[in-house]
């Protein structure tokens, strides 16, 4: 069965501090990555990562896949209260062009 | 351009009731998916359907749900007869509208119902 590992579970973090947060799978043929914040609504898109090694970046964030080991990591840069949420991360593989697997996410605190 | 739609945002049933969630896709996406979370859990694909088809509910327990996509109206996910395990977050997401997804294709999603079985 696929699966998706995301660490840490939680993280409480100050107002403008770095933050990297870390996602790993194990799934058969493998497609793409993509990356969400979940606040009190919808899941909203971040990045989709199809090829390792390269980078996207949005504003303080950015987000890198490594194929060969199996992982994928988001950074942020000075955080922001705002930036309070769940961080969940999914891929897409299998015989599919849309069924995803989920991690649990990773709870993310910026406190002021 | 609005976004996924989903309502009831909450919804509280007693066991045994039957629970209706809808979904209204974005403007131009026809392909529809459906996802659980429960408690403590990532989501869980249920369902994906295209209109007036179920393409793939492979996620989908084998009794008392069931999904539609009609040609007018939004998205339905059923569940008859709830159960106290039945209580979770749904979410709806949409894809844009080629005949088949693609792998490139982002699945953008709504802000869930949260459903309650007392």
């Known amino acids: 069965e696929d699966k998706v590992v995301q660490s840490p579970l939680s993280l409480v973090v100050h107002e403008g501090d770095t933050v990297t947060l870390n996602c790993s799978y194990e799934?058969?043929?493998?497609?793409?990555l993509l990356w969400y914040k979940q606040e009190k609504k919808a899941p909203t898109f971040l990045f989709m990562l199809?090829?390792?090694?390269i980078e996207k970046k949005s504003g303080r964030l950015s987000s890198i896949l490594d194929k060969k080991e199996l992982s994928s990591i988001l950074n942020i840069t000075a955080t922001q209260t705002g930036d309070s949420a769940i961080y969940l991360c999914?891929?897409?593989?299998?015989?599919?062009?849309?069924?995803?697997?989920f991690g649990k996410g990773t709870l993310l605190t910026v406190n002021p | 351009n609005a976004g996924v739609m989903q309502n009831p945002r909450h919804l509280v049933r007693r066991r045994g009731q039957e629970a209706r969630l809808r979904c209204s896709p974005m403007?131009?996406?026809?392909?529809v998916y459906w996802y659980r979370q429960l408690p403590e859990e990532g989501l869980k694909f249920m369902v994906y359907?295209?209109?007036?088809?179920?393409?793939?509910e492979s996620g989908m327990p084998k009794e008392r749900f069931s999904a539609e996509f009609p040609k007018e109206g939004p998205s339905i996910l059923r569940i008859q007869q709830v159960v106290r395990g039945d209580s979770a977050a749904y979410f709806c997401?949409?894809?844009?509208?080629?005949?088949?997804?693609?792998?490139?294709?982002?699945?953008?999603f709504g802000p869930g119902t949260r459903l309650t079985v007392l």
């Open positions: 999914a891929v897409l593989s299998g015989g599919s062009n849309y069924k995803l697997t």
């Open positions: 403007k131009g996406h026809s392909h």
């Open positions: 799934v058969t043929n493998f497609r793409s």
């Open positions: 359907l295209q209109k007036e088809n179920i393409i793939d």
């Open positions: 997401a949409s894809s844009p509208g080629h005949r088949s997804p693609r792998p490139t294709d982002t699945q953008y």
């Open positions: 199809t090829s390792s090694g």
